[in-house]
């Protein structure tokens, strides 16, 4: 039979299983519990060093007078921020729906 303190348990238990301790890489955003897995962590460095390098090339090409790329090349970057925010609240939504379903009668 299931009772309130298994149930506690297994909930207890699931959240040891879910939490980590790596630090979440989140420069460009202000909520660090998004990223749930190193897959995810690796995921979001790669999407925010391209980012940097879109921003490092804009101010070469601005150095060297090249306005309509370094225009378009700040334009691919604020595309690919807000893709990547985007991508991080969906993630959130599925995260706290998953937390939802779980079998808890308290």
């Avoid at 879910?18 to 979440?24: F, L, P, T």
């Avoid at 879109?54 to 601005?62: G, I, K, Q």
């Amino acid at each position: 039979m299931i009772t309130r303190s298994k149930l506690a348990e297994q909930l207890r238990e699931y959240q040891i299983r879910s939490k980590h301790d790596w630090a979440s890489v989140s420069l460009f955003s202000s909520t660090s519990n998004v990223v749930s897995s190193r897959v995810d962590v690796a995921i979001f460095v790669i999407w925010e060093l391209v980012i940097l390098a879109f921003f490092v090339f804009s101010a070469v090409s601005l150095y060297f007078r090249h306005l309509r790329l370094a225009i378009l090349l700040l334009c691919i970057m604020l595309l690919l921020l807000l893709s990547m925010k985007i991508i991080k609240q969906v993630r959130l939504a599925r995260k706290k729906q998953r937390r939802m379903l779980l079998p808890l009668s308290m």
